[in-house]
T-cell receptor, first 118, second 110 residues
Framework: EAQVTQNPRYLITVTGKKLTVTCSQNMNHEYMSWYRQDPGLGLRQIYY???????DKGDVPEGYKVSRKEKRNFPLILESPSPNQTSLYFC?????????????????FGPGTRLTVL | QQQVKQSPQSLIVQKGGISIINCAYENTAFDYFPWYQQFPGKGPALLIAIRPDVSEKKEGRFTISFNKSAKQFSLHIMDSQPGDSATYFCAARAGNQFYFGTGTSLTVIP
């Protein structure tokens, strides 16, 4: 089954304790992205990656790191989490970031990771 | 600064009615406008999308109307059903980045 998986689904941690949220897709997609969803703010893009070893900042990258060493995986790293990073996080992937205007632009979202930083 | 402004925040519609959600933008670099549907506990899923050289796109009961000169686009859900109750997000793409609206919570009353 074609899908984007995230782990963990729920995480409660304390300020300053480094954590990693994993994201994996099995669709051989080039483009992967991380978003955070907050009430009243919608989804905001944190980082995205056009392909292996190619990453770039989105709208709200502060406090986050990413890496793309393999095509299928795109982990989100919080080196020193703070309470303002408490949010619902989504990973997404698509065939390509900006090629064409048809189904290739469909972003497939993972199920989400609810993070609470105390 | 919200690059894509979405309204209303919430919407209640009777079964069989028309649901209309509006979005506006300023960035003329936006070249792709998708709408996403999100059910509680799930990730957003693409519903329908449009490119700026098209004024309207229809897929089943869902229609996007696009007004390039006004920099506005809207989602119309015809014959709304209780199963359409969800949160809807408009979005826009510039280059490799996506910008989302703040979401509309739609409730369709039987």
């Amino acid at each position: 089954e074609a899908q984007v998986t995230q782990n963990p689904r729920y995480l409660i941690t304390v300020t300053g304790k480094k954590l990693t949220v994993t994201c994996s897709q099995n669709m051989n997609h080039e483009y992967m992205s991380w978003y955070r969803q907050d009430p009243g703010l919608g989804l905001r893009q944190i980082y995205y990656s056009m392909n292996v070893e190619v990453t770039d900042k989105g709208d709200v990258p502060e406090g986050y790191k990413v890496s793309r060493k393999e095509k299928r995986n795109f982990p989100l790293i919080l080196e020193s989490p703070s309470p303002n990073q408490t949010s619902l996080y989504f990973c997404a992937s698509s065939v390509s970031g900006n090629r064409g205007f048809s189904s290739t632009d469909t972003q497939y979202f993972g199920p989400g990771t609810r993070l609470t930083v105390l | 600064q919200q690059q894509v402004k979405q309204s209303p925040q919430s919407l209640i519609v009777q079964k069989g009615g028309i649901s209309i959600i509006n979005c506006a933008y300023e960035n003329t670099a936006f070249d792709y406008f998708p709408w996403y549907q999100q059910f509680p506990g799930k990730g957003p899923a693409l519903l329908i999308a449009i490119r700026p050289d098209v004024s309207e796109k229809k897929e089943g009961r869902f229609t996007i109307s696009f007004n390039k000169s006004a920099k506005q686009f809207s989602l119309h859900i015809m014959d709304s059903q209780p199963g359409d109750s969800a949160t809807y997000f408009c979005a826009a793409r510039a280059g490799n980045q996506f910008y989302f609206g703040t979401g509309t919570s739609l409730t369709v009353i039987p």
